[in-house]
Antibody, heavy 122, light 110 residues
Framework: EVQLLESGGGLVQPGGSLRLSCAAS????????MSWVRQVPGKGLEWVSA????????YYADSVQGRFIVSKDNSKNTLYLQMNNVRAEDTALYYC???????????????WGQGTLVTVSS | QSALTQPASVSGSPGQSITISCTGT?????????ISWYQQHPGKAPKLMIY???NRPSGVSNRFSGSKSGNTASLTISGLQAEDEADYYC??????????FGGGTKVTVL
């Protein structure tokens, strides 16, 4: 069974940094692209970033380009999102999600983790 | 990057059919077949219901179906059941290799 477990969320001040993790199990981690998707409580979904299975290609939404960095450690089966220079509008529940192919092509997500909450506030 | 356009809410009685639209542009919905639909119950993670326009994952009821015409994709739920009450989101890949979600539609079973 594929499982994704996010961690690392919490309270961070504007301008600060935070690193989210997503521990994966139940599949060959290097064979699949992964993404981060966020959701402000009570609002809609927003795709944040994606990374290819091997980790060599990364993709970002305009809203986080230049501030967030996605990476994966295939030896630890873990996906990361380094969040730098965070803003109040980055406050959201952050999900990691598995794509069906090794290379990112804006395809679908299945499954999703349960999310980790990030709150940006002073 | 603005969201794809979905109706804010759709309702129907048990047993009825409803359709949720998802309108984009020729740079996303109209250009690719990477159209997906997700169901989200309160406090839960989204669940994939339809992928690549009209394909159902294993375990998803055949009451759910998807289609696309031009820049608009659609999700139809037939034989509406109480358990279908949830938020539904569409998504599409884009020409800039990003992904765009719809704003979400709240389905209410009357």
């Amino acid at each position: 069974e594929v499982q994704l477990l996010e961690s690392g969320g919490g309270l961070v001040q504007p301008g600060g940094s935070l690193r989210l993790s997503c521990a994966a199990s139940g599949f060959i981690f290097t064979d699949y692209a992964m993404s981060w998707v966020r959701q402000v409580p009570g609002k809609g979904l927003e795709w944040v970033s994606a990374i290819s299975g091997g980790g060599g290609s990364t993709y970002y939404a305009d809203s986080v380009q230049g501030r967030f960095i996605v990476s994966k450690d295939n030896s630890k089966n873990t996906l990361y999102l380094q969040m730098n220079n965070v803003r109040a509008e980055d406050t959201a529940l952050y999900y990691c999600a598995k794509s069906p192919y090794e290379f990112w092509s804006g395809n679908y997500f299945d499954p999703w983790g349960q999310g980790t909450l990030v709150t940006v506030s002073s | 990057q603005s969201a794809l356009t979905q109706p804010a809410s759709v309702s129907g009685s048990p047993g009825q059919s409803i359709t949720i639209s998802c309108t984009g542009t020729s740079s996303d919905v109209g250009a690719y077949n990477h159209i997906s639909w997700y169901q989200q119950h309160p406090g839960k993670a989204p669940k994939l219901m339809i992928y690549e326009v009209s394909n159902r994952p294993s375990g998803v009821s055949n009451r759910f179906s998807g289609s696309k015409s031009g820049n608009t994709a659609s999700l139809t739920i037939s034989g509406l059941q109480a358990e279908d009450e949830a938020d539904y989101y569409c998504s599409s890949s884009t020409s800039s290799r990003t992904l765009r979600f719809g704003g979400g539609t709240k389905v209410t079973v009357l």
